[in-house]
């Protein structure tokens, strides 16, 4: 029988401190597997669709095919399904709501990452786009350190002051905070390089797709940058966006590894994902697991 999880399912199957795990376990083996690839097109309008594939883990015996659609001004901005099939023969085990999945394994990753990067002392967190993905990353990053104070920027102030103290600006909110959170639908810059300083982190999560950015090149090339996938990166995130060279770029894996240090220098710290197939399977089977066994989880006969 193939399981049918929705957000309400997914959410409360979710275990954050197992999946933070895997995802630390993932980024420091899934370069042994096969290259991720993630296959977008625009639509005739304003929404953007993306299947990301394959979705693969040492040690886990099922994948993941994400097939997602985007639409900016609808609510949720994100739809779609995570097909969740067994390793071995290809069976379905299960549908997942992909809005749910996508907001929280990017803010998981994204939490992992920030805490990695941001220096051990820095406790004030800036959220500039105060959605659902920001949201998702801000509760990850307090289960991994103290957040003594929240500034929040967004377009919408009601929506800001849901999260923390609402500021005026997206600039306003760097500047009261040692911790930068953007998660955003921008395609022109948000921060310039002036809003830089030592000891500052900034998690960038809006280079998902060509087009979009939040920050500079000016900002990008003065800071330590720190990227998911360098090759993904050059395709069709911010190494693309910003014209960079992968060399400028440290993969989060040599961070996590021990390979290359946190922070080597005192320059401003800027990590920017573009979201890889194995870190939905990271949340989806886990999951998966845990919902095997919950009441009230639908299920369906798919042969």
Partial sequence: ??????????????????????????????????????????????GTAMCLVPG????????????????????????????LHALTDGELLAL???????AWRTGLAAALATHALA?????????????????TALRALRTLRPVDQVYAYDLDPRRAAAVGEAVPTARAAVEAADIVLTATWSREPLLDADVLRPGLHLTSLGFDEPGKTELSPALLRAARLVVDDPALASVSGVLHSSGLDPAHATPLADVLRGAAPARPDDRATVYAPIGLPWQDLAL???????????????SFDFH
Avoid at 22 to 44: H, I, K, S
Avoid at 96 to 102: I, K, R, Y
Avoid at 284 to 298: D, H, I, M, Q
């Fill in 284 to 298: 989806a089977w886990p999951v998966y697991l845990a919902a095997r066994s919950a009441p009230g989880v639908s």
């Fill in 96 to 102: 997942l709501d992909s809005a749910s999945v996508t």
């Fill in 1 to 46: 029988m193939t399981l049918l999880l929705s957000r309400a399912d997914v959410e409360a199957a979710l275990d954050i401190p197992a999946v933070l795990a895997a995802l630390d376990a993932g980024f420091r083996t899934a370069d042994r597997l096969p290259a991720a690839q993630r296959v977008g097109a625009r639509l005739p309008g304003p």
């Fill in 56 to 83: 693969l883990l040492p040690d886990v015996p099922a994948y993941t095919v994400k097939v997602n659609a985007k639409f900016p001004a609808a609510t949720p901005a994100l739809r779609g399904i995570v097909c």
């Fill in 119 to 135: 220096p051990q002392e820095a406790r004030t967190v800036a959220v500039i786009g105060a959605g659902a993905q920001n949201r």
